[in-house]
């Protein structure tokens, strides 16, 4: 053994894990439903075991399920949404390729900033926070800057805007280029039709629409985006990422790629296999009739909603801060006596508005009944 | 709500989660402790609540104390341990770097894959594949070659040799490069002084020596390692991986990056707490006694190890497969019958070795006792 002595000066003396128990109605995480977390806890098996190559399979239909896709390459990457979208950007962009890019949010922002290291001559078209575009505007942006690829925000986390699809995608094909999607916010609570609307390229999350924890993420590319795939002249700029070598583990081959992230693989497996018990329109349907319900509740409240009603997102509310309320204190009372999180706005809308996301098993009566009773409180005692 | 109707073909019909429990007793995942699990299924809170952000300062404070560092850098990117690998190459490499890596493994050739992407100017000195390289042959290259960054693995995962590193971080220094360094299959089995050993940049991950499930991979970056990040003159070209926008998220500031994988680190802080009340220095002597009685017990049997027993690693051995016996029909059987998995060869081991992990939880009497038992059935019965 070594002679030099050990350092304990960062070793902490710690209990056993305790954490609060939160309603967490912000932006995501939501909660998960609890035989989710009872199927993370089962003792991992290896990423190579043929009953997890089994369980790889399962998800991988269910993501076509819940995407209404028959993408063949069809998976979840290894990390947060982030790493999903990542993925989309890392495969489908090659140095010098024009990426336009709809701004209306934070995520839109984080589109350009992404495309833009991979080495994209970036264009964007923008809308104040909360909007949206429309088809005429995205066919004279796809006139004006002929893109290989046009990246739209779905479900805009940090506005709660909905971006309609229908009519993009055959924009693209007539002006040849890919269609990328973000439905981080989307994916099980907002009616999507990847195949119908021509998308090339759409990533999620786990802990949003779906009600599974964070940390593994749904990625799909539709035969046009792996075709530009296998065509790069250049490898992709991202190792962990790189879909052409994923898609070997994922696929016959079973090639070993990286280590899965094995419990939070049996997590999303059976936040799936919920989801398809419900029935994705249940599922839709659902989500659409609590948030309607939390709009009527926090308009008898006196507050106000950011989004014009035709593009609200039914998983993600912006409520406007009333003068005079002091937005973050608020937020931090619902957080410390109430045990309820709801989020912040981001960039445009800090400090202007509230996120409230009714997710996945959080779509319920019961979570907009606590959080309005909760408001009702601190507003009228403020 | 849409007219278009459901397409119901992927829609799969599903009994809730049943997994097989297996010993696993490859290169890792290897089985986790019943208390780690527990805290893994603890319902998750919001990745910017207080007493997640308290939980991320003990992880910080107890990865230090592991890898025996006081590096301000020291965190758990959200992915694995590749992502983690990928994190210290996105963030040191800019394009033009000569980047030197020493490969005797597979993992070596990642780097060199991996640095390539980036833009290194990837050069390379070489071994057999279990063996080491000695500090001569170290200085020679750096003569040489003249790097930026000199990349080691200091446990080959895939060859089961240990690359000694004492006076490496003093070349280094000599040669004005960095040191990075591959600790994935070390990191709370193998005695490691990251900070005396002049290492600047490493990473791990959390399946194998620190007995948790994978996903969460920790990170360190050395004064130096950060000041050459400081001093870019380009982003990152990774937008997940971007330790100057990560150590935002972990530091001070606490600015939203992207949603960390929340029950994984609640998984990790549980490991790391385990590993501190063992001690760090009590786990590292248990690993070896363990490896030891495995070593003698395979002997036992007639099976040769193919390093060297002065730098075997604690945590994986490499054994010869016989000659007349088929390795992966021998793996499938003790998996199939035994529920007990190991790994085979990778590269040029492929069909030559076994691969045998002791880590973490795994690392005890009975898990040797359990596989020789089964070895013996197999290999007497063949």
């Not at 128990?21 to 993370?40: C, D, F, I, K, Y």
């Not at 002249?233 to 190792?239: A, E, G, I």
């Not at 081959?253 to 419990?263: G, S, W």
């Not at 008898?300 to 801060?321: A, D, M, N, Q, Y």
Request: aromatic share 6%; hydrophobic share 40%.
């Amino acid at each position: 053994m070594q002679t030099i002595s050990i350092n304990n000066s960062q070793k902490l003396q710690l209990q056993p894990l305790e954490m609060p128990q939160r309603l967490l109605l912000g932006p995501g995480p939501s909660n998960t439903h609890t035989e989710v977390l009872q199927a993370m806890n089962t003792p991992p098996v290896g990423h190579l075991d043929p009953a997890f190559l089994a369980l790889m399979d399962e998800i991988q239909s269910l993501l076509r399920y819940v995407w209404q896709t028959e993408n063949s390459l069809t998976i979840a990457v290894s990390g947060t949404g982030t790493a999903a979208m990542e993925a989309t950007i890392a495969n489908s962009v090659e140095p010098g390729d024009v990426v336009l890019v709809g701004v209306a949010g934070y995520f839109g922002d984080r589109l350009v900033d992404m495309a833009g290291r991979y080495g994209a001559d970036v264009r964007t078209i923008t809308k104040p926070w909360g909007q949206i575009f429309t088809l005429q505007e995205l066919q004279t942006a796809l006139e004006t800057h002929r893109p290989a690829i046009l990246a739209l925000v779905h479900a805009e986390t940090s506005t709660g805007a909905r971006q309609p699809l229908e009519g993009v995608g055959d924009l693209c094909r007539e002006f040849g280029c890919l269609l990328l999607v973000d439905t981080v916010t989307s994916l099980g609570g907002v009616p999507i039709f990847l195949d119908q609307w021509g998308v090339d390229l759409a990533y999620s999350c786990s802990q949003k629409g779906l009600g599974c924890p964070p940390g593994a993420s749904p990625l799909t590319l539709s035969q046009r985006a792996m075709e530009k795939l296998q065509q790069r002249r250049t490898k992709v700029k991202n190792w962990y990422l790189d879909v052409s070598l994923l898609s070997k583990y994922w696929g016959k081959e079973r090639v070993y790629h990286h280590t899965a992230p094995i419990n939070l693989y049996y997590a999303l497996r059976e936040a799936l296999r919920l989801v398809a018990e419900e029935g994705l329109e249940n599922c839709w349907q659902r989500h659409q009739n609590n948030v309607e319900y939390l709009w009527e509740s926090l308009e008898s409240l006196g507050l106000s909603l950011h989004v014009e009603r035709e593009f609200r997102l039914p998983t993600l509310t912006t409520v406007r801060i009333p003068e005079g309320v002091d937005g973050k204190a608020l937020s931090r009372r619902l957080l410390n006596e109430y045990n309820i999180e709801i989020g912040g706005g981001l960039g445009e809308l800090a400090g202007i508005v509230w996120r409230i996301g009714l997710m996945g098993y959080n779509s319920r009566q019961e979570s907009v009944d606590k959080l309005v009773e909760a408001l009702r409180a601190l507003l009228v005692g403020k």
